[in-house]
């Protein structure tokens, strides 16, 4: 891959009220009450709302801009001064996501969007014209909080995961991913999978603690860990809270709650950087007086080695086995999500790190905690991360922030990375 130190014309820099005022504006579809989060689910009326304005900002930049057969969206940006062996090359792109949690914060995705939508109107405005087209893209569904999983839109543009399953997948609210697209609208012609870009570049906030505690501005993401999200549905039989006798009982509610404890002690054992969270947990009839039915609930593993994510599975999976045995319930599982770690590639990794060091940033070469669109696009081309760091750690989570100028510096590497890669 060859790559220059960005020849993006000394000094040229990003708007930052602009940038500051988009996110606003998204941030404002879907606000939270009293926070500066918003909840955006994938595909529901806020997002669609979401959508039609990042949209909107495309066109009236001039950009071509395409929505394909899951939702993606990609602004193509193809200056008149190019030439038209120059126009019809494959794009540099960047993108993100702009749907969120429940609980979303103001930047998780959406920095990664209007920032490439900033790079791409600084450059234009400065008439900076790259030897081939950039591209900004936003990817339908990165949170897989509503329809698993994670990250569907890029696994689909990269050919991960066939356009018809993705439409038939159900949400937690019994929806169809397909209806709902057709619903809002995003339905879209262009073929999955899509165009394979020159390289992608993704700028997110670092939704952790690590570049913040190290008093660093800038994150080189040279990797991505492995996710492992399990739906467990325990069954039990329903009974009288008070009349039943203890030695009777088939509590899918403690169960799930044995299940629960043993991931942070499996964890605990295992040491960093494993994760577990038990994020979802439903009881029926979830009435006060009845031992429940059934209880369903949510396991997310993470490791940046795989062999110890598979051990992490293996010990869950026996834990089930001995609980359904001792407990005599049903235990069945149901794989939501499961991607390997990804390592990005190391020159991209170099240019990111290069080009934030010649602002003056401070970096740090690290692995992402989360999984992110640039994940998927790894499969296809070059690609690598910048990460901005996160106030305190707080991410999915309304009070999310990073301060203005660690934004700009973030998406001031962004146009450096680009140019970079395009040439200009
Ligand atoms: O789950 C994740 O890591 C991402 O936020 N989708
Ligand atoms: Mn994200
Ligand atoms: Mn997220």
């Not at 304005?53 to 193809?78: A, C, H, P, R, Y």
């Not at 007086?289 to 999976?317: C, F, M, Q, Y």
Request: charged share 20%.
């Amino acid at each position: 891959m060859e790559t220059s130190p960005s020849t993006a014309p000394e000094g040229l820099e990003i708007n930052g009220d602009r940038l500051l005022r988009r996110l606003t504006e998204l941030s404002d579809i879907g606000a939270i009450e009293g926070t500066t989060g918003s909840s955006r689910l994938a595909f529901t009326d806020a997002d669609q709302a979401g959508r039609d304005l990042v949209v909107t900002w495309m066109t009236e930049l001039g950009l071509d801009v395409t929505v394909d057969g899951i939702g993606n969206v990609v602004g193509v940006w193809v200056p008149e001064a190019m030439t038209p062996e120059q126009a019809t090359l494959p794009p540099v792109m960047t993108g993100s996501h702009i749907d969120t949690v429940r609980t979303g914060g103001r930047y998780d995705g959406n920095l990664g969007v209007l920032g490439g939508l900033e790079v791409i109107e600084t450059l234009a405005t400065a008439g900076v014209v790259p030897q081939r087209p950039l591209a900004v893209a936003f990817f339908s569904n990165e949170e897989g909080a509503r329809f698993p999983p994670d990250m569907m839109g890029s696994l689909v543009y990269v050919g991960g995961l066939g356009l018809e399953q993705a439409h038939q997948t159900e949400g937690i609210d019994g929806s169809k991913v397909g209806d709902e697209l057709a619903r809002i609208g995003y339905l879209g012609p262009s073929p999955c999978p899509g165009q394979v870009p020159h390289a992608f570049v993704e700028v997110h906030i670092e939704q952790g603690p690590v570049l913040e505690e190290a008093s660093v501005d800038i994150g080189a993401v040279e990797s991505v860990q492995g996710i492992s999200w399990t739906e467990i549905t325990i069954t039990g039989q329903s009974n009288h809270a008070g009349t039943t006798p203890m030695r009777l009982r088939h509590d899918p509610a403690f169960v799930a709650a044995e299940i629960t404890t043993f991931v942070r002690r499996m964890v605990t054992e295992l040491g960093h950087p494993q994760v577990g969270t038990v994020g979802m947990i439903e009881l029926h009839p979830n009435l006060v007086n009845v031992v429940p039915a059934s209880a369903k609930l949510t396991v997310d593993l993470r490791n940046t080695n795989n062999d110890v994510l598979i051990e992490a599975e293996e010990r869950l999976a026996g834990c089930l086995e001995r609980l359904a045995e001792s407990e005599g319930v049903e235990i069945s599982t149901r794989t939501l999500a499961r991607f390997d770690p990804v390592i990005f590639d190391p020159e991209v990794v170099d240019l990111v790190e290069l080009t934030a060091k010649r602002l003056g940033a401070s970096t740090l070469r690290m692995p992402s905690g989360a999984g992110h669109d640039a994940q998927m696009l790894a499969r296809v081309c070059p690609t690598a991360m910048i990460f901005t760091p996160s106030h305190k750690g707080i991410s999915h989570n309304p009070a999310e922030h990073t301060d203005r100028h660690h934004l700009e510096l973030g998406v001031n590497t962004l146009l450096g990375v680009m140019v970079g890669l395009a040439g200009s």
